[in-house]
């Protein structure tokens, strides 16, 4: 049989090119949809990418960048005391004040050919890609530091093809506007080196304790290898592995020309002497004191933020020893149960406190707390002056005498104080002086009842105290809680002649770029007692001194003048003392309210103060305090507050006011003379009628009298307030 082939049937040659011609057709469809599509998207990209780079940030701004930086509290001389700052510690320097060979440590390991790009680094990208996949991983970068800064200042980390175009682009117009050095210290102050340390010269500071322009070639290799991975590198964290970054830096810096072979070898071989992380301050009493002061100045935001430096009135010297005069004496009084004490010592001239102890040992979040300027405790006698300059200025002089004896108060319905002196007895009649000098409680509470106690309440805010007087007779023996620090300025207007300096510990604040924006090195003062009141007051506390309660705070070649305090229970004892320059108040206690043994504050108080203030006054010469001045009796006051006495006539002044009343009286009996002739006839007598209305008599003897029902037994006169607390101050709140 002969095979053959129906003509109905298609051949199957041209079945199988019809199926080529189909999928190769398809084909062709999809590989144009492909195409339009890509086209779409390129087009899309382009026009995002053209619209991102239309509203980029115009990189002139950076002209005028204001990075946070660090506030510094100094000593005058500046020494650094503390650092405040809060996520960011940076002190911005100048290039030129960081040495070459920490600039070219930088350039080496982070971009090589900064000198020659012009933003960014094709070959350096080539260069990172290379040694990358040469790797396996990640081990250099393609950024340059002008890329850097960009990214920092101007971009969020978001990642994104077009982001990375607008960065290459801000980079070329950075690297036109500005010079080389310009960027290189703007991102030498900008970036960030671990431990919150931002710029050169915190990390300098963080890791070796010094300023970066003392690094040497090893430490700054050290730094400079930390950019990459500041917190992974760290050599706190992982010092092989900042070793490892350390020598990879020196490898790049004797490529680059910057150092020789043997160079490299010898500073990798230096030890490197880590500084610790340290967030300490030095004096920490008086820096703490300088802190809370500044709280009312500025925001914690601006203190952290603002670059301040902030110069004290800090005198490390006398600081010093008053922290070791201190500890030495409460460490002798342990066997008298006094744990804890303070000083305060301030400059009667300018308020400025040059020395502050607020206990025993300062322990950073253990024993923070500081006695000095926040422990309100009672003062004792050493409230007694306060009672005595208000009687100064009221009509009594420190000759007026007054009866020390048995004294009844009542209180209240069936309740009555008696106030008591130290030994419990009494001596009779004294001056007010004598009183002061022995520390008589009797006489100071009868003085301030005369005087009254709203006008020695005014005395206490007037000398700049704002703890709580409370408004009873007690107060005259230093019932009232009153800080160390309030007391001492109270008692520098005594020491200055009448005139209030507020305490501070500022002399000068200067912002960042040098311009003093505070000035207190030379304060006018505020005149709050007039000087024949003051002087008054400090001859009799000079007396206290060289014959009184306090004997032991004589210094032989200084006039001195203070008073003693020792509270009833014995849980508070006091010296403040002065000379004409300097004012120191010492207080010993417990900060739980247990009794001392024997605790007074002539004893315990006045030989820490002479111990103080003999080192103390060895760089200022001795001063004597103004003679004394006959106390004039009419004062001013103006809505309570003082305002000033009147002012002594001269000669000429009384002659002119004589002239003038002569001639007033001339002319009114001239006209009296008138008016009469007028009235009188020859047939009538004038008769003058006699005032015959009884007369106010004032007694001359006054004892036994009992105003509002308040007092029995023996003198008083008109008093403002005759309140006592209810049993909460007893006769002996005042001990010396």
Not at 45 to 65: E, H, I, M
Not at 338 to 359: E, Y
Request: net charge positive.
């Amino acid at each position: 049989m002969s095979s053959s082939v129906s003509i109905t049937e298609p051949h199957p040659e041209s079945k199988t090119k019809k199926i080529t011609v189909f999928i190769l057709v398809l084909f062709l469809k999809f590989f144009v949809a492909l195409l339009f599509l890509i086209l779409a998207m390129a087009g899309g990209l382009a026009t995002g990418a053209y619209f991102r780079l239309q509203s980029l940030p115009d990189v002139r701004k950076l002209g005028n960048f204001d990075p946070h930086e660090r506030s510094e509290i100094l000593t005058s001389d500046g020494t650094v005391l503390k650092q405040v700052f809060g996520e960011e510690n940076r002190k911005v320097i100048l290039l030129k004040e960081i040495p070459a060979h920490v600039r070219n440590a930088v350039l080496a390991i982070e971009d090589a050919r900064f000198k020659q790009h012009t933003g960014i680094d094709p070959i350096g990208i080539a260069r990172a890609v290379k040694a990358n996949m040469d790797s396996n991983e990640t081990v250099q970068g393609g950024s340059t530091i002008t890329q850097q800064v960009v990214k920092n200042l101007f971009f969020t980390p978001e990642r994104s093809y077009a982001r990375k175009a607008a960065e290459a682009v801000l980079s070329v117009q950075v690297d036109q506007t500005f010079s080389k050095d310009q960027i290189l210290e703007l991102y030498l102050n900008l970036i960030y080196w671990g431990h919150n340390a931002y710029g050169i010269e915190a990390a300098a500071e963080t890791y070796f304790g010094k300023s970066c322009k003392d690094l040497t070639i090893a430490e700054a290799a050290m730094i400079a290898g930390l950019i990459r991975g500041p917190e992974a590198f760290s050599p706190y964290r992982n010092y092989q592995m900042a070793k490892t970054r350390q020598i990879e830096t020196l490898r790049k810096m004797v490529e680059s020309g910057y150092i020789t072979k043997e160079d490299a070898e010898k500073a990798k071989s230096e030890p490197i002497k880590l500084y610790g992380i340290r967030r300490g301050m030095q004096h920490p009493y008086f820096t703490t004191y300088v802190m809370d002061y500044l709280k009312t100045l500025y925001s914690q935001s601006e203190l952290e933020t603002k670059g301040l430096k902030i110069y004290t009135s800090i005198d490390v010297k006398a600081q010093n020893h008053a922290v070791k005069v201190v500890n030495d004496h409460l460490e002798k009084l342990k066997n008298y149960n006094i744990q804890q004490g303070a000083l305060v010592s301030i400059d009667a001239k300018t308020g400025h406190v040059v020395a502050m102890v607020g206990g025993t040992k300062f322990g950073y979040g253990a024993n923070e707390f500081n006695r000095a300027f926040q422990a309100q405790r009672q003062t004792g006698s050493s409230f007694k002056p306060f009672v005595y300059v208000t009687a100064f200025e009221n009509g009594y002089t420190p000759y007026t005498t007054e009866m020390d004896s048995p004294t009844v108060y009542k209180t209240g319905p069936g309740t009555t104080w008696s106030p008591q002196n130290y030994g419990r007895n009494y001596r009779g009649a004294m001056t007010i002086r004598t009183a002061l000098m022995a520390s008589v409680n009797v006489v100071a509470v009868k003085v301030m009842d005369k005087v009254g106690i709203d006008k020695v309440i005014e005395m206490t805010k007037r000398l700049g105290i704002k703890s709580e007087v409370r408004p009873f007779l007690s107060s005259a023996l230093g019932a009232s809680e009153i800080t160390p620090l309030e007391m001492a300025q109270a008692y520098s207007a005594f020491a200055n002649d009448g005139i209030l300096n507020m305490a501070s510990p500022i002399v000068r604040i200067e912002d960042k770029n040098g311009n003093v924006i505070l000035d207190n090195a030379k304060p006018k003062g505020k005149k709050v007692l007039d000087q024949d009141v003051v002087r008054a007051l400090n001859h009799s506390l000079m007396a206290v001194v060289t014959g009184g309660t306090a004997t032991a705070a004589y210094i032989p070649g200084y006039q001195v003048a203070g008073k003693t305090g020792t509270t009833s229970s014995h849980r508070d004892a006091w010296f403040m003392g002065y000379t004409p320059q300097l004012v120191t108040s010492i207080w010993v206690g417990n900060d739980t309210p247990t009794r001392m043994y024997g605790a007074t504050g002539g004893v315990f108080c006045a030989p820490i103060w002479k111990d103080f203030m003999v080192e103390a006054l060895k760089s200022r010469p001795a001063e004597k305090f103004p003679e004394e001045l006959p106390l004039r009796r009419k004062r001013l006051y103006s809505k309570g507050s003082f305002v000033s006495s009147a002012e002594v006539e001269d000669e000429d002044e009384k002659k002119k006011k004589a002239r003038l009343a002569a001639t007033a009286a001339a002319a009114a009996r001239a006209r009296q003379q008138t008016t009469e002739s007028q009235l009188d006839t020859s047939s009538q007598v004038r008769v003058r009628v006699r005032n015959t209305a009884p007369r106010a008599v004032v007694p001359q003897n006054i004892e036994n009298r009992a105003p509002s029902g308040r007092m029995t037994g023996l003198q008083r006169s008109t008093s403002r307030s005759g309140r006592m607390e209810g049993g909460s101050a007893t006769g002996q709140a005042a001990g010396e």
